[in-house]
């Protein structure tokens, strides 16, 4: 369904996203996860042929067979929304406040879809029951201020899936959300991706949506594609240093019976955009770290279960009978 291989989107000199490879199936769930600065949402906006006029497109990003890396935004127009669509982590500044809630879904539909005024409604009306919003004829006449986070994000979501795309991306869909409300949302984006057969991107610092909600797991840091693997697999066993460290900083419900126990952390931060190094780029931070991981970039190593990772540690211990190693 959707292929991307050797994918670097870079800003002057620098890469936010690096040769970064990753193939979605019809209809499967798969979370991207990293801190803040570690090319996530980068990656999404390139799917949507999104990102900034400055920035520089390499490799190939294929959705649905069709090559879209470097492609005009003629030819995005008629991807985005039908083929890939996108909903956004803060649903209040992605909605217009001076719009009613139904006139905003049911104005891509008249104009994108030539449904007439009347069509165009009963189909809002069609997808706000399908995403679980409560009365929707009298939803659809309310303001974004007169929703909650939670039914304002059900409208993104509807909107999304106006032009019935193949792929949804959700980037960080539940982060402005209270824990209960943003759990149902994780499981609306189960069942749509269930009954539509829809793949879903789930794009997360929170370990705990990701793993109710995909299948796949893609760990990125520093515009690079890390680990990947089935998510209970990765989040079990993490082959990374840096997929461990955020597994043992994932807050635990028993940690407070263990006295003096504090939460783990990893030490430093995301380097910024203008210092990227071409080697590793969690050297510096990585207690594992080796002579010559700052310098010389890892190779990817991909193991029979289908996981890959990129550090020196996997590079030096895989043999031929256990994994393929590939430039
Ligand atoms: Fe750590 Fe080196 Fe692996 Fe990077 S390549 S994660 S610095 S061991």
Redesign the pocket.
């Known amino acids: 369904m959707l292929a991307i291989e050797d994918l670097t989107v870079a800003y002057g000199g620098n890469a936010a996203v690096r040769r970064a490879s990753l193939t979605i199936a019809a209809g499967e769930r798969i979370g991207i996860v990293g801190e803040s600065g570690s090319g996530k949402s980068t990656l999404a906006l390139a799917l949507m042929g999104m990102v900034a006029d400055a920035a520089r497109v390499e490799g190939s990003i294929r959705i649905g067979g069709i090559e879209m890396a470097g492609a005009h935004e003629k030819a995005w127009r008629v991807v985005r929304g039908r083929k890939v669509a996108m909903i956004f982590q803060e649903p209040l500044s992605a909605l217009n406040p001076l719009r009613r809630v139904g006139e905003t879904v049911a104005e891509p539909l008249r104009i994108l879809n030539g449904m007439d005024r009347n069509a165009a409604q009963a189909r809002t009306l069609a997808l706000f029951k399908e995403v679980g919003l409560p009365d929707p004829e009298a939803k659809a006449r309310q303001y974004p201020h007169q929703l909650s986070g939670g039914q304002r994000q059900r409208v993104l979501i509807a909107l999304a899936l106006s032009r019935d795309p193949a792929i949804l991306i959700a980037d960080e869909p539940t982060s402005a959300l209270d824990a209960q409300v943003g759990l149902r949302i994780v499981e609306l984006l189960n069942d749509l991706a269930r009954r539509r057969g829809m793949s879903v991107v789930f794009i997360s610092h929170d370990l705990a949506s990701v793993a109710r909600a995909t299948d796949r797991l893609c760990v990125m840091y520093g515009g690079d594609v ?1 680990e990947t693997g089935p998510t209970a697999a990765v989040l079990a066993a993490p082959h ?3 997929t461990a460290g955020l597994v043992a900083a994932r807050p635990r419900i028993d940690a407070r019976r263990e006295r003096r126990a504090r939460m783990a952390t990893i030490e430093g931060v995301v380097p910024a955009l203008a210092d990227l190094t071409e ?5 510096g931070r ?5 002579p010559h ?2 310098g010389e970039r ?1 190779r990817v190593s991909i193991s029979a279960q289908g996981r890959t990772v ?6 030096a211990a895989v043999t031929a009978s256990e994994a393929r190693v590939f430039a």
Do not use: K, N, Q, V
């Not at 990129?310 to 590079?315: A, F, G, S």
């Open positions: 890390i990374h240093p840096y080697g590793c780029r969690f050297a990585c207690r594992s770290e080796m991981c700052a890892p990129c550090c020196h540690l996997t590079d």
